[in-house]
């Protein structure tokens, strides 16, 4: 099948690619996943680059072609790429449009509590109509929080969200890790107002846990 879709997020995953986005017209949620378990399903670089040799970003209209739906108890946005066949760019989108296309979600909570994670057993009790893995909000305060260590830098955003303060949630967007690269260590307010897709990861298995993440940040002027 073939869909046509608004990309959302374009973020790190496992050294590849973990991209998301709403169909053009009828706003449904897509992840789009390739079939190689080995990389946790993520996508290469390859994978998302246009015949032009241009890398997908958010923001892009897509025309993609897919083989089938492939939902897990945790995420039901899944949908495996047909790998021999190159995307398409047909342009792109501003951010009124996103949100007339699909309008900011309104949970009362950001997948479920203000915590970073979610046990397993959470995701496994739910029925499949209430399981949510991807979220689009616009919080009202983000604070990026730069931390330098033996490890690496690690870029996070504190959110506040319908009066709730969040635990710092890891930024993914490449974009965003690229903008940051000259800033030093320390906190940073955002100024401009944003639209945020959030996911979740997989069940990391040391604790059975799910981590939110924050994979597409979208700024506006």
């Not at 680059?49 to 923001?59: D, F, H, M, T």
């Not at 739906?69 to 398409?88: C, D, H, L, M």
Request: hydrophobic share 35%.
């Amino acid at each position: 099948m073939i869909r046509e879709i608004i990309l959302l997020a374009v973020s790190k995953k496992y050294g590849k690619y973990c991209v998301a986005g709403v169909d053009r017209y009828s706003g449904k949620w897509y992840r789009l996943i390739s079939n190689d378990s080995d990389s946790h399903y993520a996508l290469s670089e390859q994978e998302i680059r246009y015949s032009s040799g241009e890398l997908a970003q958010k923001l892009d209209i897509v025309r993609v072609t897919l083989w089938d739906k492939a939902i897990s108890y945790f995420q039901t946005e899944n949908y495996v790429i047909a790998k021999r066949t190159p995307w398409e760019k047909l342009g792109e989108v501003s951010l009124e449009c996103v949100k007339e296309i699909h309008p900011p979600n309104q949970p009362d909570y950001i997948f479920y509590n203000t915590c970073r994670r979610l046990p397993k057993e959470h995701y496994m009790s739910l029925p499949v109509s209430e399981i949510q893995s991807l979220l689009l909000i616009c919080p009202s305060k983000a604070i990026v929080q730069i931390r330098d260590s033996d490890r690496g830098r690690r870029i996070a955003i504190k959110l506040s969200y319908k009066d709730r303060e969040y635990e710092p949630l890891p930024v993914t967007d490449f974009e965003f890790i690229q903008l940051c690269e000259t800033l030093k260590a320390g906190e940073y307010p955002m100024r401009k107002a944003s639209l945020m897709l959030l996911s979740v990861g997989e069940c990391y298995e040391k604790d059975d846990h799910h981590y939110k993440l924050i994979a597409g940040i979208m700024q506006g002027g």
